[in-house]
């Protein structure tokens, strides 16, 4: 059974960066993929960043160059370093895993069957 559980989210200001992590277990899928997403309130959940089990990693528009995701295999954990933190990055932030397709299309919320219970990013200007 894959258990997903955020951690590292916060209240921050504007230009500030925090690091998200994401412990995993029960996940082994090589040809799977793994991401962050996040919720703004009131909104839908929108991927954000997305990496494969060889590390090729994928950035929506909005946070690349910003935000970057890894992975220590070794430790089970998945994080997301969030740079140059903007207001318009304030939402909830989840961890998700599908164990197939590498990272391919779809990168949404139908593609992935696994989720983390979301951990809150505040960025204040």
């Known amino acids: 059974q894959v258990q997903l559980v955020e951690s590292g989210g916060g209240s921050v200001q504007a230009g500030g960066s925090l690091r998200l992590s994401c412990a995993v277990s029960g996940y082994t899928y090589e040809a799977g993929c793994m991401g962050w997403f996040r919720q703004p309130p009131g909104l839908g959940r929108d991927g954000v960043a997305f990496?494969?089990?060889?590390?090729?990693?994928y950035y929506a528009a909005s946070v690349k160059g910003r935000f970057t995701i890894s992975q220590d295999n070794a430790n089970n954990t998945l994080y997301l370093q969030m740079n140059s933190l903007k207001p318009e990055d304030t939402a909830m932030y989840y961890c998700?895993?599908?164990?197939?397709?590498?990272?391919?299309?779809?990168?949404?919320?139908?593609?992935?069957?696994?989720w983390g219970q979301g951990t809150q990013v505040t960025v204040s200007s």
């Open positions: 990496i494969t089990g060889d590390g090729i990693t």
């Open positions: 998700a895993a599908r164990s197939a397709g590498f990272c391919n299309y779809p990168r949404d919320v139908r593609g992935f069957g696994h």
